[in-house]
């Protein structure tokens, strides 16, 4: 009998000593280096030209990205106008709470700010700063210091830069993805769909060169097949 | 690079393929003893190597086997032995609470039985009967009147008298006898609760053979186990592979249980400690969920040591009664203080989840719907918030069977294990053995030619020298051959003799040295 206790706490012994190599290694694991799993994404929308009847997209895609994003992911609202490249070009920016309750009041303070600035929204502006648009998103997205980082671009892709403005720069996308959405199609377009598609290779090529990874997502309702924000 | 040396001998490959065979076979025929000697020896170390592993791993399974057995047996003693102090502490409490009281009832016993003897008596005792007044009636009657007036008055009046009397001492002797009859109908409560202290004393007494019978039964049974006999440890691994099975159906379904907790807490967690901290890869608020669930687990493990329910922990088990008391009261404390929160945590789920649904219906456009008796589910998820901890509370029972039941069938998974190890060796080495004989035969097939010149060359010569001298060699080759078989005879006789062995280790043996007879190829004329 005294063996079998004898043998019973041996074998208890060994097992306590499993159980804490077990726990000591996942420790380790767990204390190596964080992983950031915070998202952010900021979405730049055209407002110039035809390209400004299509705010409505924008609204979709603003109210998508609030339903996606949760606590501690940032999101922030820009448009791309004659200069885009200024604060007043943020419409909205938000990062969510830890809690879950304060973070859906914040959504919804956005969600009425982003609708405020459509319901007001007038003139459509003459020339259009993409650049200048991408390189203010950058900002903010190196800014907040997000595990994964978004650019959406609601635009027709067609740069119009003033001549005052310097924009041949490099963009430095590093570990962005930039994702062009409803990259509406121009009347001249349509007589020369070659421009069209030398337009979209020329930025694909220009998102790459600097680092960034590019998507294409021309229907609203693929962007959750396409998985992006996952 | 082929070609080249296919046509080194001549231009045609025919010619050339030729005379590499016969090159081929003559080395090969030159070759055949070393060829021969290589292939059987490596057929037999192999062989033997895996022969003497599986006979190291046939010991190891024998001590697996008898580890096995031990623990069985000593699992099971203890067990026998808890039921049998059980037993005992069942019949101490009858004899307590029943025969305690024997005194008394004895006493009630006796008190009855002397009332019914005195009552007994009292009906016993009963009046003389009246005497025999119809006679001197009927001799009165019976009188000649004479005709005298006189002596018919007097006679008339005598009758009378004697009538009178006689109706008296009938009337005295019915009311004795209803006297008597009123004293045996009062007995009557007398004997009722005399027969039901009767029938009290033998229930009692049947209990008591009733535990009698189980004891002897548990006694049978822990012999067997003392004595370690076959049929116990059978019982016992069934015993235990049935408690396995059904402690691991119930760890699952409590597994579950858990599940359904968690999902329950921890999304308002993330309103405690933040919904994006991580440890590792895993959020902390679903962390401190499963601490919370893994901490009413352990109290309900407390719980149910400190109540003596179950056996895991010796620290618990050997503290005084009065600690216990105060560790049980601690740990349910904690249990309900848990179960509270958890309770109030399923609130704020549904809260949470009403203010998400609101805002997914809000950003996808549509108008909030009012919800009619949202007060269901939030009751309804409250109380399982309430309810849930205390069902994992109970998880201790099934995961002591568990534990138990996982050594026994962790021996029979190794047992099982070394026996297919054993059985695959033993295969691989009879295989092994039986291709190199079969590789020496094909070796054999590949020089046919040379070995049938030589077998020819060899009888023609044997014919031509030694026809005299067959007769005299046969007959010296029979008597050594009837020596030899003699002598064996002798041995093996001896053998069993001096060393009784088993049928099996016998049978083993013999199939051993058939196997090492096959073994042993004679030489050929060629090898010699």
Redesign the interface.
Known sequence: MTHITDTKMRAALQGLRLITAVLLGWLLVGCGEPTNHSRAAFVLMDISGSYAAERDQARRLTNYLLSQLDTGDSLAVGFIDNSSFTERNIIAQVTFDERPSVASQQKRIFQRRVIGFMDNFQTPSYHSDITGGVLLARDYLEEVDAGQKHLFLLSDLHEDVPPRLERDMKLNLSDVQVVAINVKRQRSDNENPQEYEQRLASWEKRVEENGGRWALVNNMERLEKRGVLR | MFTDMLTIWSASPALSLAIWLVIIITLLYAGRPHAHQLLRSTGRAIHGTLRVASGSIRRLEERVINRNN??LL?QGREDAENAIEREFTRVNTIVERDLSQYPVLHRKLTETLEKIETDYHNSIENKPLPPAWQEVMDTIRNLPSSGDPAVANILENIKEVVENSHEQTLKAYQDDTNERHGILKSMRPEWRSLNQNMQKVQQTITGLEDSAKTIDRRMDEYESMRKGEDKAVNSLTSSSLTQFFISGLVLTIAAFGGIINFHLIA?PM??MV????????MPTSDIAALVIIMVEITMGLFLLEALQITKLFPVIRNLDDRMRKYMGIAALTILVIFAGIESSLAYMRD??AL??EA??Q????AAEAESQFRWIPSIGQMMLGFILPFALAFVGIPLESFIHSLRTVLGLVALGVLRTLRVTLRLIGGSSNHLSKMLVNLYDVFIMVPLSIERMVKYRLENASSVPQETAEAETVVSAAEEVEKAEREREAAASKSKPQSKRKSRRQKTDEDELADEDLSLTAGEA
């Open positions: 031990d623990v000593a999304m993330a309103e933040g919904g994006n901290s991580y440890i590792g890869s809260l949470l203010d998400r805002l997914t809000s950003l996808a456009g």
